[in-house]
Structures are given as structure tokens and as C-alpha cells.
């Protein structure tokens, strides 16, 4: 996949023209996270993770800590598991379903990757999986949005599902800029 076009794409169709930094690095580390621990997932079933981390985390791409301040916080029945990390996990006995030990331990990159990917592939969040909506060429973008919050804003999230998923396709049909070669570097290299 050609990573600089991807980039390119989703700057414009789902971030206004910008990415900061953290963005960056976080899609990056999504991306690799999708390469190393789950190669088999789907295009269409990346997106949907993608889009669901843009929405959970405020657009940010990075693990996030529930909005509100403290005395806000505070008056939530699962506190101090407030939400946390690229999925917002809540409630204690949840959190430890991920291997945490106290609140926090999911703005850890490596807990944060794994609990996205493991829950919404898996249906440790709420029982239903990737695979009861994206599979076999069959994609429910809006009915996904039960992997982790009933509904809420379904309709919104499939679309940032959708806008993901094109930029993957057209990465995929883009050649990496490192091997494309100018037409004078390849006469170069043959000798002319």
C-alpha cells in the first residue's frame, strides 16, 4: 500500500486538510498494528476500526481519556474505569477483560492497539463482532456500530467507514513512491 497517497486521502476526505503529528503517528500505528497482529483483517473491516477510533477518540487517532473534568468524572457510576484508550473502555470489570491492572493502563499504546483490534474483532465489547457485519464481501457499516455503542451515531461513523475504506483501495492501486522510477532513472539504470 502505497502510505504517503493513503495519508494524502483521509488529510482531506475525513480531516479537513490536516493532520497533525499525533494523527499521524496513531493511523500509522493502527496501520501497523493491522500488518502485524491481524494480517487476515479485511480492508473493509480496517476501515471500520479506523472510523470507529476517529469517533471514540474525538478525531484524535490516539488513546484518549473519557471527556469531562475530574468533578464531572466523578459523578459517573464506573468511576475512576472511566473511558479510556482508542475505544472508550468503561467500567472495571471490563477494563480487566484487556489485562489491566488500574485505571490508566489503556492510554498505554500497545494495551490500547490491542483492545481495539481484539474487541471489535473478537466481541469482548458487547458480544457482537467485525465478522457479523463485514465479511465476505458483505458490509453493514451502519449495523457495525453495535460492536460497541448500541446505535450512536451509526450513520456518521459508517460514513467515516466509507471514506477510510477508499483511500485503502486507491493506496492498494498506487504504487510506492520509493519504486517508481523517473523515466531518466530507469534509462540510467539500463545503460542509456
Known sequence: ?????????????????????????GVRRLLDYRDTHYARMSDDQLAYVLATIKWETGHRMVPVREAGGERYLKTK????????????VTWEENARKFGTTKPGDLMSWPLALQTAFDGMSKGLFT???????????GVDYIGAR???????????????????????????????????????????????
Not at 500500500?1 to 479537513?16: P, V
Not at 477508499?166 to 493506496?171: E, G, I, M
Open 127 to 137: 458480544r457482537r463482532k467485525l465478522s457479523d457485519y463485514i465479511a465476505d464481501g
Open 1 to 25: 500500500m502505497n502510505r504517503s497517497y493513503f495519508f494524502e486521502r483521509i488529510r482531506h476526505a475525513l480531516f479537513g486538510g490536516r493532520l497533525t503529528p499525533p494523527q499521524v503517528d
Open 146 to 192: 453495535r460492536i460497541i455503542n448500541g446505535q450512536d451515531h451509526a450513520r456518521l461513523i459508517a460514513q467515516f467507514a466509507h471514506a477510510f475504506r477508499d483511500a485503502l483501495k486507491q493506496a492498494q492501486q498506487k504504487p510506492e513512491a520509493s519504486k517508481v522510477l523517473s523515466q531518466k532513472e530507469k534509462e540510467k539504470s539500463n545503460g542509456h
Open 77 to 88: 457510576k464506573y468511576y475512576p474505569w472511566v473511558g479510556e484508550g482508542l475505544v472508550q
